[in-house]
């Protein structure tokens, strides 16, 4: 049994389906959520916890039903304390706000595993605790958040689990020990070769751009007319098909300058789903994503204000300083940058502030690693 901490829970609902499959699967969980989620809290705490409903397979423990979590915090500092494992859910925008606070409340040694898709938070968050002194603490990512869920109150409805999904920390010499804290809750968790695979595998660098931008039309008029759309339904268009397979080309261009072995879109589809496929348009009509809900017609520029400065924009400069030339990536990163309103260069951390800038072979040297530094 591990003593693990769940700290928040967004729309995806992914902190309350992960704190209530830890505690089917018998782990001790303490469960809290960040100010301005508070109003989450009464229910739960008068419920003890969260009755979990669906297909026991998309979860991690195999069991549904009520699931009595440890303790339920009013604040960080007493759901992390003496947590060897932590799992934060946070709107990927405010990443770096929500977890500074947190620095000096985590415990020694502690292993904060962010269950996002992707969008580099290890690269973001372990330059801010070498700088704060907490180079105890790892912090892991990777493409893709662990499960898929819906919450109403404090009913939890799995609607899916990520097989395959591989983990990694700066320096990558750092994953075996993250590992070992990571592994009891998430049996199928592995090692990636580094931070470059998973930032370059968060499937929404591809996935989002290419299916926003043959939509964008449709999406408009749905709201004009005041109903939702099927992203996944009636926005799968051979355009995007078409797109989706140029944009994974020029990623794998990028994957083979930084010594990142390619994953194509339709095999991380398989590998995470179970569902074949040979190109980009039958992968986007696997049934998970066809299972899906409509969504709010403006949910396109939700997910570009994550997709733009922490995939899109980071890919691209990762690229262009490698000399290599990304125009299909570049191009979408202006056109997303207009629709949105702001400058995309210039919205989010650069490739210093993240530690990735240099030469493709320095970058690779710095985010392998050697040793464990001191201070573990």
Not at 1 to 17: C, D, F, L, P, Y
Not at 110 to 130: D, I, K, N
Not at 248 to 272: F, K, N, S, W
Request: with cysteine.
């Amino acid at each position: 049994m591990s003593k693990v901490a769940v700290i928040g829970n967004t729309a995806r609902a992914i902190g309350a389906v992960c704190a209530s499959d830890l505690a089917l699967a018998g782990h001790e969980v303490r469960y809290a959520v960040f100010p301005e989620q508070k109003d989450q809290l009464a229910a739960v705490r008068k419920a003890g916890g969260f009755t979990v409903e669906g297909e026991a397979r998309h979860l991690v423990s195999g069991k549904t039903g009520f699931a009595k979590l440890d303790r339920i915090c009013d604040t960080t500092a007493e759901a992390l304390q003496d947590a060897g494992a932590v799992l934060i859910e946070v709107d990927i925008g405010r990443l770096e706000e929500k977890f500074r606070p947190m620095i000096p409340e985590f415990a020694r040694g502690a292993v904060v595993h962010v269950q996002s898709h992707g969008y580099w938070p290890a690269a973001r968050l372990t330059p801010l605790l070498r700088r704060a002194g907490r180079e105890d603490v790892l912090v892991t990512e990777a493409p893709a958040p662990t499960h898929a869920a819906r919450i109403e109150g404090t009913v939890v409805s799995a609607k899916g689990l990520r097989k395959g999904i591989r983990i990694a920390t700066v320096p990558a010499s750092r994953s075996p020990r993250a590992l070992a804290a990571l592994q009891p809750l998430f049996p199928d968790f592995a090692a990636a070769s580094s931070v470059l695979q998973t930032g370059l595998e968060n499937l929404n660098l591809i996935v989002h751009p290419a299916m926003v931008l043959p939509n964008v039309g449709a999406m408009d008029r749905a709201k004009l007319e005041g109903r939702k759309f099927g992203f996944y339904q009636e926005g799968v268009v051979p355009a995007a098909g078409v797109l989706g397979d140029a944009l994974d080309a020029e990623r794998r261009l990028v994957c083979e300058a930084y010594g990142v072995v390619h994953t194509p879109m339709a095999l991380a589809i398989e590998q995470y789903y179970g569902y074949r496929s040979s190109t980009f348009y039958e992968a986007m009509q696997n049934p998970v994503y066809r299972s899906l809900p409509p969504f709010h017609p403006d949910i396109w520029r939700a997910w570009s204000s994550d997709d733009l400065p922490y995939a899109i924009v980071p890919c691209v400069e990762l690229a262009e300083q490698a000399g290599i030339k990304v125009p299909l990536h570049r191009a979408f990163a202006e056109i997303l940058g207009v629709l949105l309103g702001v400058d995309a260069w210039r919205c989010g951390p650069s490739l210093a502030d993240m530690d990735l800038a240099g030469s493709p072979q320095a970058v690779r040297e710095r985010v392998l690693g050697a040793r464990e530094p001191d201070g573990r």
